[in-house]
């Protein structure tokens, strides 16, 4: 009888969710001699919304942030702590690093507002930066692309400037680091003809840029729907010739792994280069989230299954189709074996590489109830 209880958990919880008595409604789970497939007390993480980041560290513990609290677990969720905030309506998150956050306001302003919380959301601030303009400055468009964390107190702030209504004229990417402490801004570096998009470090000296660029059609006609990536050695203050991507689409998102394998995708497509953006080849099949072990043995997880690469990119093997977490476009490992795979507001557990998978939060209806 066990076995049947536990294979047919999810439908035997859906009946006792309908099952009442008189004209008093109860939940049944409480009188299983069961053990449901998640903890139900996690409930309150699981209808707290979308879950905007979560890690898996080393000693098994898990900490996470979803668009209302933040949490951890050191117990696979059997016990947890969390801890609610509260974000101004106007902004837009750009970067979370631990219990901090990073965004801008999404009123557009000259420059545009930056909104940060170094205590965990408990209370906010707002800082208008003071940034190095030209004297005509309103004959151009400056607006942040990409506000990352370098550390607690400094961030990089990246701007493109362009002409106002046309993707013609003088284009600019601009690179500040800004003291949240002071206030003070620091130009870092221009990269003149560019347009920018989206900006990546790895530590504190290296660092990627996915750049566009208006370039001539051969009917007199102009187009910036192409991608060009520029890489820095010293944090920003220089950067080398941009490099040709493509030529034939938009891209807006960026994925860099530690060890410099680099991903940049627009939905239909996905290039790559395992050898720090000198050269670039189309992947092939579309990638969207990446965890790296070297430069070359990589995973990545999809609807279909996780899958493997151990040449950079250049072709993936079906590693595990079996239990395979749906609807989450986030993983995070902490080796080869151990990691975490999320997305909504699921999180599930693998122990051995991707072959099983164990749901940690999902709204099963007996958890959202």
């Known amino acids: 009888m066990k076995n049947i209880v536990k294979k047919h958990l999810p439908a035997i919880v859906s009946f006792i969710l309908l099952s009442s008595c008189g004209d008093k409604e109860s939940l049944l789970i409480d009188k299983l001699e069961i053990t449901p497939i998640v903890n139900p007390n996690s409930k309150v993480i699981v209808k707290s919304g979308y879950f ?44 979370i690093q631990g219990n901090n ?9 000259q420059p545009q507002q930056i909104i940060y919380s170094l205590n965990k959301g408990q209370s906010w601030e707002h800082l208008v930066p003071q940034l190095e303009r030209d004297e ?6 400056y607006r942040a692309v990409s506000i990352k964390f370098h550390d607690q ?6 701007e493109g400037k362009s002409k106002p209504y046309s993707i013609e004229g003088t284009r600019s990417a601009l690179l500040h680091k800004i003291d ?34 208006v370039v001539p059609l051969n009917n007199y006609q102009v187009t910036d729907r192409n991608a060009f990536i520029a890489r820095t050695k010293d944090g920003g203050k220089t950067w080398s010739e941009p490099v040709f991507v493509d030529g034939s689409a938009p891209y807006k998102n960026l994925i860099v792994t530690k060890y410099g394998t680099i991903f940049i995708f627009n939905g239909e ?29 990589l995973l990545t997880l999809n609807d279909v299954g996780l899958f493997e690469s151990n040449n950079g ?36 557990l693998t122990n051995d590489g991707g072959t099983t998978w164990k749901t940690l939060l999902y709204p099963y209806p007996y958890i959202m109830q």
Do not use: C
């Open 136 to 141: 005509n400055i309103y004959n151009y468009e």
């Open 269 to 297: 497509k996905t290039f790559y280069s395992n050898n720090y953006g000198e050269t670039w080849k189309l992947s092939p099949m579309s990638i969207y989230n990446v965890v790296g072990f070297d430069s070359m043995h």
């Open 52 to 95: 905007l980041k979560a890690e898996l560290f080393e000693s098994n513990r898990i900490e996470g942030v979803s668009e209302s609290l933040l949490f951890d677990t050191d117990d696979y969720f059997q016990s947890f702590n969390y801890l609610t905030y509260s974000k101004p309506y106007e902004l837009q998150i750009t970067d």
């Open 153 to 158: 107190n400094l961030i990089y702030y990246l």
């Open 313 to 348: 990119g250049g072709s993936w093997e079906l590693k595990s189709s079996k239990n395979t977490p749906r609807y989450t476009d986030k993983i995070s490992f902490i080796n080869e074996k151990q990691g975490i795979a999320y997305g909504g507001n699921s999180l599930y």
């Open 101 to 109: 956050f990073l965004g801008k306001s999404t009123y557009y302003t």
């Open 180 to 213: 949240l402490g002071t206030g003070k801004a620091e130009l870092l570096s221009k990269i003149e003809d560019y347009y920018p998009i989206i900006i990546e470090f790895i530590d504190e000296n290296n660092g990627w840029v996915l750049l566009n660029k």
